[in-house]
């Protein structure tokens, strides 16, 4: 007979400011990666809390990390059995309409659109990103905002893609995709076959520095310290005129610094043109100045 498979993590409880500080840690002791659950994820967290699960091949390797963890963190191991928790989560992942004319759909889900409504299919596979986020809706509804016809938009930190096929499906006229992760980059491209719109969006892995050209919007819906770190690359990509859309905030009522820093980051060379909040979660929109006419 066959084992059932088994496969440990370690669960801590920390404050909503400790985030990045445990993050780092756990993957310091060994995780092969980090889960973030709050109030709005489809499983929760602990109450006002946030509960980082870090998944490890071996218990070993999970009971040396809780050894190497703070006890007011309430590091436990606990272990998913079998493979069905694989698919667990799509029994929650139902058509939503994640801005104005936009609906996202999963591919094992029907959705009759309404006269005027786009449908994204997004399958997120092993990339972070459903769309259900509200980092993620509030960029949705800024591009909703904008005029995209024949926009070249540049999404840093694309995920599964879910922004990138949300500017297409609004009318942009191509889609710049870029990830650290080489398996965002590999779902990117699926997704964007999958809508039928793989020639025109393009995804790879070079870094934000590295990128040559501007675009007309930038969006990056990235944690709050690594877009403060990546400042002056995305600046330098945002064309005259063009709009740059950061998200993965949190409001001054939960983290009162990180918007203080965007500021400090973007605002000396970009106007803010206005800061939109939602749940904890706030996305911070700033134009650079166009050149006077000639």
């Known amino acids: 007979m066959t084992e059932t498979p088994r496969y440990p993590y370690v669960a801590i409880d920390v404050a909503e ?14 995780a092969a990666g980090v889960e973030e659950r709050d109030a ?10 946030v509960t980082l699960v870090g998944s490890f091949d071996q218990h070993a390797e999970a009971t040396a990390a809780v050894a190497g963890l703070p006890q007011g963190w309430a590091p436990r191991i606990e ?57 993620t809706s509030l960029v949705a509804e800024a591009l909703a905002a904008e005029p995209l016809q024949g926009v070249t938009v540049l999404d840093v930190g694309c995920g599964s893609g879910v922004l990138a096929l949300v500017a ?36 790879d892995e070079l870094p934000v520095d590295a990128i040559l ?9 990235i944690e709050s310290r690594t877009l403060v770190e990546l400042a002056d690359a995305l600046v330098a990509r945002v064309a005259p005129g063009g709009l740059l859309v950061l998200s993965g905030i949190l409001g001054p009522e939960v983290a009162p610094s990180q918007l203080e820093d965007i500021r ?10 206005r ?16 050149p006077p006419p000639p």
């Open 17 to 30: 400011q400790e985030v990045d500080e445990a993050s780092t840690l756990l993957f310091e002791l060994g």
């Open 40 to 49: 709005t994820t489809l499983a929760r967290g602990a109450a006002g809390k």
């Open 79 to 135: 272990e998913v059995v079998g493979d069905a928790w694989r698919d667990e989560w799509k029994k929650h992942f139902e058509p939503f309409r994640i801005c104005a004319g936009v609906v996202v759909r999963p591919p094992w889900r029907e959705h009759v659109a309404a006269p005027g409504e786009r449908v994204v299919v997004l399958e997120p596979g092993r990339a972070f990103g459903t769309g259900l986020h509200e980092t």
């Open 168 to 203: 297409l499906a609004l009318g942009a006229a191509r889609v710049r995709a870029v990830d650290v992760d080489p398996d965002a980059v590999a779902v990117t491209r699926e997704n964007a076959t999958r809508n039928g719109v793989g020639d025109r969006l393009e995804a």
């Open 213 to 221: 050209e501007s675009y007309p919007i930038v969006l990056a819906n």
């Open 264 to 273: 400090r980051a973007f605002a000396t060379v970009l106007k803010e043109e």
């Open 275 to 290: 800061v939109c909040s939602k749940g904890e979660w706030i996305a911070v929109s700033l134009r650079r100045e166009a």
